[in-house]
């Protein structure tokens, strides 16, 4: 069940979503401590492999094998186990090892391991994979490609950015130049200029400058600001700080643990300095730093995958795309900040309302830009 204090802080907090034919309970967001991996006893053995992140990155990768030990905690046949990736090299090794370690299903984590991915799996059409992030091609029906469409729970965040700035100018940057990434960036700006747009204000957006395309299928096309990392935190804290010097004082970073460096700058500049977390609750998954957060942008990664491993545990694993939304609640945002009023909430969920039936929008052309 979630837990009664994220259920206390949650505006729309992950609960779970349908994979294919695959049910879900509710699930809470928690980041391993000091995860270490498990070594295979008997029964069913679920691995993942990480992104070069690494599996304590307060992110996607952690979410990943929290989904692998909330499986374990409901079925204690499932042994688990990871390997992290230091580079793009060591993707294929990592997944080979697991092949000839005869894990019952592997995940691999993140849009970069696409080709790794789908090699692995045209190889050896037996072997169950999920990866998330991504849809690769293959001839194997046992690849469930576990997706999320985050500029929905993204637009919230850029609602409440955009209600909550003192200066008028927020902003948001990437890790990599990726879809995964651009399209939580995507969908903050559309939230802002949503804001702009119903309230008659001009706040303005730093990071992202969205351009025209076909966002229904997948292109999130714009320019913007990208750490070109998800590991560097030097990084991360001086985009912050830089967009903190051009009068933002709210920042989204969509990195990783690149945005861990955000946290930093937003420490140094001081009062009244906020960052919007991604993937995770902030103040679930970097406790010691909540009063930092004005709010999380949540992915559904941690139930999408425990759903994965429980049915490949189960036999009754399909390969396919899960696509995560508000409705199934695969995506949403957790409202941090005791500082947002009723009233911004109270908006919040009229949006994700309109979101949900089709009434409002998250492509950002759709609104005028300041």
Known sequence: MISSSLKGRALRAIAGGSIAALAISSFAVVAPAGATARPHTSGFLACVVTDTGGINDHSFNASAYQGLKDAQKANKSISIKYLSSSSSSDYAPNINTFISEKCGIIVTVGFLMDSATADAANAHPSQKFAIVDDVPTTTSKNVLSLTYLTNQGAFLGGYLAAASTKTGSVA???????????????????????????????????????????????????????????????????????????????????????????????????????????????????????????????????????????????????????????????????????????????????????????????????????
């Open 172 to 370: 948001t940057y990437g890790g990599i130049n990726i879809p995964p990434v651009t399209i939580y960036m995507d969908g903050f700006v559309a939230g802002v200029r949503y804001y702009d747009k119903m309230l008659k204000k001009k706040v303005k957006v730093l990071g992202w400058t969205p351009t025209s395309g076909d966002r229904s299928k997948g292109n999130y096309n714009g320019s913007g600001t990208f750490a070109g990392s998800f590991t560097d935190q030097t990084a991360g804290q001086t985009i912050t700080s830089g967009f903190f010097s051009a009068g933002a004082d709210i920042v989204f970073p969509v990195a990783g643990s690149v945005g861990l460096g955000s946290v930093a700058a937003a420490k140094s500049a001081g009062t009244g300095h906020q960052i919007i977390w991604v993937d995770t609750d902030g103040c679930v998954n970097d406790a010691p730093d909540c009063s930092w957060f004005l709010g999380s942008v949540t992915k559904g990664v941690e139930p999408s995958v425990n759903a994965a491993v429980s049915a490949a545990a189960k036999g009754t694993f399909k390969g396919g795309i899960y696509s995560g939304t508000l409705k199934n609640l695969g995506t949403g945002t957790v409202v941090d900040s005791k500082s947002v009023s009723t009233t911004v909430k109270n908006a919040l969920k009229t949006i994700t309302a309109g979101i949900e039936s089709g009434k409002i929008s998250v492509d950002p052309t759709k609104y005028p830009a300041v």
